[in-house]
């Protein structure tokens, strides 16, 4: 039985940026030769591809898998690189079968290569199906870095691939859009996560003016775009054709209060938008909800900024129950410790407190409703002890909620 061949042709070369130890991105540019595709069988169906050599597959796969159990360091670069490059032009000759403008299909080939024991993402916008991402980890060093190769169409003619080393690699978003420009007629941008608790990343490619290569146009090694984790949705707010993103983030815990585990946490949405040098922010916000506005309303009190804290009530008089109560008194770290909220419900319109004040700890029940479309105060109060027969400590009973109550 003769051995199909290996993939081939290298990428011309392959740079790094060294200032940048901790996120090295590199571009891997260079036009491939069109490579021919053989297969003994016909399409399954109408819009399908041939049905890929499995015996092919197979060798090329254990070959890149053995590349990567001898991967050295977490570096993708050097001889580690030959690994990943197997599974790029793997990936080019699955999707090259497609043909030019299919390339939305390639989504379904994902299953495929999991099956042969290799870690990768395929990613396809489905207004661009000229354009397809395919992101190979190694699948035995979680703290490698990752290669993600663009797939695009050259004139239809021939399917070319360029390849990029991601930091992280995990969760890629892809957007690709048409800018009308003659210099970079096509623009596009991945985001990518490191693993665990990482951060988020970014990258803008432009495509050259004859459609023959992408430069990368913006990062996070030089500019502050994202740079956070948080999830990253693509939106055309004004409805012009080119997107804009949108990040939510969690900021750092505000050490005043304690959120309990599966409480709704602080949320910092922001908005992203392409000017002429790039993508800049255009909008951070906290996001509204009850416990955000809860935290405003104590900081309010603490800063003695009354008429502001005014604003966050359903009735004025709360302001002075809560400072009568030593609200706005205490600034210890874990002052406030939410001990749980309204049962069954992922997002609660009540929560219990504990508060541990001038005149001791005292828990309280905090209500919220809506004004004008916004969350405010609407009571507060002590919840009253229970003593269940046969449990020796004192609980607390179910939260009250009388229309407009409040204790100091």
Request: aromatic content about 10%; proline content about 8%; hydrophobic content about 40%.
């Amino acid at each position: 039985m003769r051995h199909p061949r290996r993939p081939t042709g290298r990428p011309a070369s392959v740079v790094y940026d060294g200032r940048r130890r901790a996120a090295r991105l590199a571009i891997a540019a260079g036009t491939l030769a069109a490579a021919a595709w053989a297969c003994a069988t016909p399409a399954r169906a109408q819009g399908a591809w041939p049905a890929p050599p499995r015996d092919s597959l197979r060798l090329w796969a254990a070959e890149a898998r053995t590349g990567f159990q001898a991967a050295v360091g977490d570096s993708a670069a050097g001889r580690n690189y030959h690994a990943y490059e197997i599974v790029g032009h793997m990936g080019r000759r699955l999707m090259k079968a497609l043909g030019p403008g299919r390339l939305s299909m390639a989504r379904e080939l994902n299953p495929m290569l999991d099956s042969l024991g290799l870690d990768t993402d395929i990613r396809v916008d489905p207004e661009q199906p000229s354009f397809a991402l395919l992101m190979v980890r190694n699948p035995g060093r979680f703290t490698a870095e990752a290669v993600g190769y663009l797939y695009w169409w050259y004139r239809d003619e021939d399917l070319r691939m360029q390849g990029v080393v991601f930091k992280g690699g995990m969760e890629p978003q892809s957007r690709v859009w048409w800018t009308g420009k003659q210099d970079r007629p096509y623009e596009w941008v991945i985001t990518d996560e490191e693993r665990g608790q990482g951060t988020t990343h970014f990258t803008l490619f432009r495509l050259n003016g004859v459609g023959s290569a992408w430069s990368i146009a913006q990062s996070d090694l030089e500019d502050h775009v994202l740079g956070e984790r948080g999830e990253v949705v693509f939106t055309d707010l004004d409805r012009d054709g080119a997107p804009e993103m949108v990040q939510w983030t969690i900021p750092k815990t505000d050490s005043l209060f304690d959120p309990c585990s599966d409480c709704p946490r602080l949320m910092i949405e922001k908005t992203w938008i392409e000017r002429s040098a790039g993508f800049t922010l255009f909008d951070s916000r906290v996001l509204p909800s009850p416990y955000a506005t809860f935290v405003a309303f104590i900081r309010f009190l603490l800063d003695n900024h009354r008429g502001e804290a005014a604003k966050l009530v359903g009735d004025p008089s709360l302001v002075t129950s809560a400072l009568s109560a030593g609200w706005g008194v205490t600034r210890k770290p874990g002052t406030w410790v939410i001990e749980y909220g309204e049962q069954g419900e992922r997002w609660p319109t009540w929560l219990e407190m504990r508060f541990a004040g001038p005149q001791g700890v005292k828990r309280y029940v905090v209500h919220f409703g809506q004004r004008d479309g916004h969350w405010i105060v609407q009571s507060f109060i002590e919840p009253k002890p229970v003593k269940r027969p046969g449990v020796g400590p004192v609980e607390h009973g179910p939260a009250p909620r009388p229309p407009g109550a409040h204790k100091p």
